[in-house]
């Protein structure tokens, strides 16, 4: 639904703010996530909510050091 909206949106750049995926996910997952929400090359800026949850999660911090560390091409 909020890709909808960015879609029809002619806003030149948006913020992804209190970003949070929640539950038991695979490093690929987190992966998914973040690069499915940085996709649109309009993002400026994200924002993880709740870090005291995920700063202890081994899968969400590789998945955003890769995240960091490469290139994000966005079609």
């Not at 209190?18 to 038991?24: I, N, R, S, T």
């Not at 996530?33 to 996709?39: C, E, G, K, P, V």
């Not at 924002?47 to 999660?57: A, F, H, M, Q």
Request: charged share 20%; with cysteine.
């Amino acid at each position: 639904m909020a890709m909808k909206a960015l879609e029809s949106s002619d806003a030149p750049y948006w913020g992804a703010v209190e970003w949070l995926y929640v539950g038991e996910r695979s490093e690929a997952d987190w992966e998914n996530a973040l690069q499915n929400t940085l996709i649109d090359n309009r993002v400026r800026y994200m924002c993880i909510y709740n870090w005291n949850d995920i700063k202890n999660n081994q899968n969400a911090i590789s998945a955003i050091h890769m995240i960091t560390k490469n290139e994000i091409v966005s079609s």
